[in-house]
C-alpha cells in the first residue's frame, strides 16, 4: 500500500490546517489514521477513523481535529483547527490492513506562537 500525504505548513496560533492522504492500493482498508512526532518525542497515534465511520482521537485534540475518509477513494483527511504551538510535530498518516502498518511520508505542521 502506498501513501500519499499532502497539506500542512505553517500557521499561526488558532489557525487551521487540512492534512490529506491517499491510499494507492485496490483493496478496502479499514482503519485509516494520523500519528504524529513532535521534536524530541516519541510518535504518538492522533486519531483513526474505521471504514464504518468510528473514530478514535487523542485527548489533545478531541474538539478540535476532525477526521473524515472517502471510502471510495480510500483517502483521509485531517481537518485541524484551533491549532496551538504544542500541536507542531511531523504528522504521519497511517493504514493498518491485513495486519500490517503502512506509513505516508512525514508532513511538517509548525504553529507559532
Known amino acids: 500500500v502506498q501513501l500519499q500525504a499532502s497539506g500542512g505548513g505553517l500557521v499561526q496560533a488558532g489557525g487551521s490546517l487540512r492534512l490529506s492522504c491517499a491510499a494507492r492500493?485496490?483493496?478496502?482498508?479499514?482503519?485509516m489514521g494520523w500519528h504524529r512526532q513532535a521534536p524530541g518525542q516519541q510518535r504518538e497515534l492522533v486519531v483513526t477513523?474505521?471504514?464504518?465511520?468510528?473514530?478514535y482521537y487523542v485527548d489533545s485534540v478531541k474538539g478540535r481535529f476532525t477526521i473524515s475518509r472517502d471510502n471510495a477513494k480510500n483517502a483521509v483527511y485531517l481537518q485541524m483547527d484551533s491549532l496551538k504551538p504544542e500541536d507542531t510535530a511531523v504528522y504521519y498518516c497511517?493504514?493498518?490492513?491485513?495486519?500490517?502498518?503502512?506509513w505516508g511520508q512525514g508532513i511538517l505542521v509548525t504553529v507559532s506562537s
Open positions: 492500493t485496490i483493496f478496502a482498508i479499514n482503519v
Open positions: 477513523i474505521t471504514r464504518d465511520g468510528s473514530t
Open positions: 497511517n493504514v493498518v490492513r491485513g495486519g500490517s502498518h503502512y
